[in-house]
């Protein structure tokens, strides 16, 4: 009997890509490999800074402290509503803002505060006036207390200044006393300090900012306690 065989037929040869192909491919390759180093890189974070309370003399440790008397009682202290103060145009956000030109205003890409300096300055104010011992109480509004006297205060400027070596800070603020019941301006001032920036930059700034703002909430309290003085 014939024995058959049988052979697989011989594999086709494979088709060779074309040089044109091997080229696009190697820079399909290359684009890929690089696709980290075409990407943006992550842009830093900005820094956030508050407004707080310096450590040092207040009104209350230059001035005696005077007893509390009673609400109630004949020729009692006041009590002091103090009110969120407005701001300026310019002033309203919590952008750190200076200037290099007189009249132009600018502001920090990567230094912000943490809220808008004038709501910042609010219990910043209470506690320095709690401090000066001229009321019976202070208190932020709104609140359900009723109080004889009342603080309007506006922010009208809070700048790092560059025009000058060395930089430095300039607060400005307008303060106004009035009697609650009947509306009568006691008086009015206006508050101007600037203070040094250690370095010419926003940390810097930031610093001599709260070196200004404390200069200017002593110097307040101690106009407020002088009006309430000659009131009486």
Known sequence: MMRMTFERPAAAPRKQPSPAIKALFA??????????????AASPQPAFYALQALPGPTVASRVPVRKVVPPAAAGAAPV???HVPSAAPGFDSARIVYTQQPHRLEVFARHEWVDAPARMLAPLMVA?????????????????????????????RLQHEFGSSPSRVRLAMRAQLIHTSSRQVLATRDFEHVAISSSEDAPGGVAAAQAAVHAVLVEMASWCKDVVAASR
Not at 27 to 40: D, E, K, M, Q
């Open 80 to 82: 002091l509503v103090v």
């Open 128 to 156: 320095e006036l709690e401090s000066s011992g001229s009321f019976s109480a202070v208190v932020l509004a709104p609140s359900a207390a009723l109080g004889s006297l009342q603080l309007d205060t506006q922010l009208r």
């Open 27 to 40: 820079l399909s390759v290359l684009a890929l490999g690089g696709c980290g180093s075409l990407l943006p």
